[in-house]
Nanobody, 121 residues
Framework: QVQLVESGGGLVQPGGSLKLSCAAP????????MGWYRQAPGKQREVVAT???????NYTDSVKGRFTVSRDNAKKTAFLEMKNLEAEDTAAYYC???????????????WGQGTLVTVST
């Protein structure tokens, strides 16, 4: 079973920065779109940012200009650099990807276990 591995969450003050990483381990033939989602307490999970294998990016309006999504295709790793963090950014952040694992005959959607980001004084 393929599972993404996230890291980089933590506690940060408002206005601070954090950088999340997401690695897709294991034998994979291909990794298509990778994305970051978040879920705040009592709210539904929402998409934050996505990036295709060609580097095309999309962001939800609330993070535009503050967050930057990037990836290293050779290392099958995605990143989410978050600047000027606000209390409203507090949530569990999940990595998502469309991957083609070795031994499969199609792409499958996989998730990470989540990493907590807390923005507070």
């Amino acid at each position: 079973q393929v599972q993404l591995v996230e890291s980089g969450g933590g506690l940060v003050q408002p206005g601070g920065s954090l950088k999340l990483s997401c690695a897709a381990p294991g034998r994979l033939f291909s990794v298509k779109t990778m994305g970051w989602y978040r879920q705040a307490p009592g709210k539904q999970r929402e998409v934050v940012a996505t990036i295709t294998s060609d580097g095309d990016t999309n962001y939800t309006d609330s993070v535009k200009g503050r967050f930057t999504v990037s990836r290293d295709n050779a290392k099958k790793t995605a990143f989410l650099e978050m600047k000027n963090l606000e209390a409203e950014d507090t949530a569990a952040y999940y990595c998502n990807a469309l991957v083609w694992p070795s031994g499969y005959n199609r792409y499958i959607e996989v998730w990470g276990q989540g990493t907590l980001v807390t923005v507070s004084t």
